[in-house]
T-cell receptor
Framework: RKEVEQDPGPFNVPEGATVAFNCTYS??????FFWYRQDCRKEPKLLMS???SGNEDGRFTAQLNRASQYISLLIRDSKLSDSATYLC???????????FGAGTTVTVRA | DADVTQTPRNRITKTGKRIMLECSQT?????MYWYRQDPGLGLRLIYY???????NKGEISDGYSVSRQAQAKFSLSLESAIPNQTALYFC????????????FGPGTRLTVL
């Protein structure tokens, strides 16, 4: 079983729509959670950390559900520029190694 | 200028050849990592180094070796390349004070024929 699993999508949404997707993780002892964004054939970049209480960054909202071992990302008022692959990332310990999901692809159409 | 650079950006080679991928960073971070990315599998850790004298295997180190020549340089070698090492390779850095954020280079697309 993979440590981090994501629905690969693609999620095809019109501009202005809301899109949400989840990621599940297998290690109940996982400590830190992140969403990274990766544009086609480019390097991943940190989008946001995910905190236990949930957090927002502009149009992006991340939630953590430790009981069910999943995190979610919601994108509100989608823009064309939001088209990318979103990587779910988990840290299982304090040694700064990260486990990456395979990514969820979002395509926003005009 | 980019903070994390990788050379070459693209490479096509033949089975059995020795290949070196290089990574340099100007972020002043002690921690450096090498990953490979394959479609549908996500990034997988090959090797990581927390300082110049510290080298550790990741989950898929077989067939690879690394050298940390300086704080700013971390090289990945394929001693005898094979076709299933065809992938996109990323170098990354992190600062132990930086709450786990990793900064990635632009990637090297390697094709082994």
């Amino acid at each position: 079983r993979k440590e981090v699993e994501q629905d690969p999508g693609p999620f095809n949404v019109p501009e202005g729509a809301t899109v949400a997707f989840n990621c599940t993780y297998s290690n109940s002892a996982s400590q830190s959670f992140f969403w990274y964004r990766q544009d086609c054939r480019k390097e991943p970049k940190l989008l946001m950390s995910v905190y236990s209480s949930g957090n927002e960054d502009g149009r992006f909202t991340a939630q953590l559900n430790r009981a069910s071992q999943y995190i979610s990302l919601l994108i509100r008022d989608s823009k064309l520029s939001d088209s990318a692959t979103y990587l779910c990332v988990v840290n299982d310990s304090n040694d700064y190694k990260l486990s990456f999901g395979a990514g969820t692809t979002v395509t926003v159409r005009a | 200028d980019a903070d994390v650079t990788q050379t070459p950006r693209n490479r096509i080679t033949k089975t059995g050849k020795r290949i070196m991928l290089e990574c340099s960073q100007t972020k002043g971070h002690d921690r450096m990592y090498w990953y490979r990315q394959d479609p549908g599998l996500g990034l997988r850790l090959i090797y990581y180094s927390f300082d110049v004298k510290d080298i550790n295997k990741g989950e898929i180190s077989d067939g690879y070796s690394v050298s940390r020549q300086a704080q700013a340089k971390f090289s990945l070698s394929l001693e005898s390349a094979i076709p299933n090492q065809t992938a996109l390779y990323f170098c990354a850095t992190s600062d132990p004070r930086g709450a786990y954020e990793q900064f990635f280079g632009p990637g090297t697309r390697l094709t082994v024929l």
